[in-house]
């Protein structure tokens, strides 16, 4: 999917609204600045959910998203 290095994989399928980002945001907390958090949702609304959370959230950035067969997968970067 991508060539980011990733630190971590969090896996929220099956998990609805708002829990992909209340899960994302507890990880990332645990995150140092410049590792990466791949997430892996199945819930078509985590999409801009999670983008949404990181347009306005400090110390994180949404690197990429991608959609598979049934899952969604997310790249959010600590930055800070």
Not at 12 to 17: A, H, K, L
Not at 36 to 50: K, R
Request: contains cysteine.
């Amino acid at each position: 999917m991508t060539d980011y290095e990733i630190t971590e994989t969090l896996d929220v399928t099956g998990e609805n609204c708002p829990m992909p980002v209340v899960k994302t945001k507890q990880r990332t907390d645990t995150l140092s600045a410049g590792e990466i958090l791949e997430v892996l949702a199945t819930d078509p609304g985590s999409v801009n959910d999670l983008a949404g959370w990181a347009e306005t959230t400090d110390g994180v950035e949404l690197l990429d998203q991608a959609e598979g067969e049934d899952v969604f997968a997310h790249y959010v970067r600590k930055t800070e």
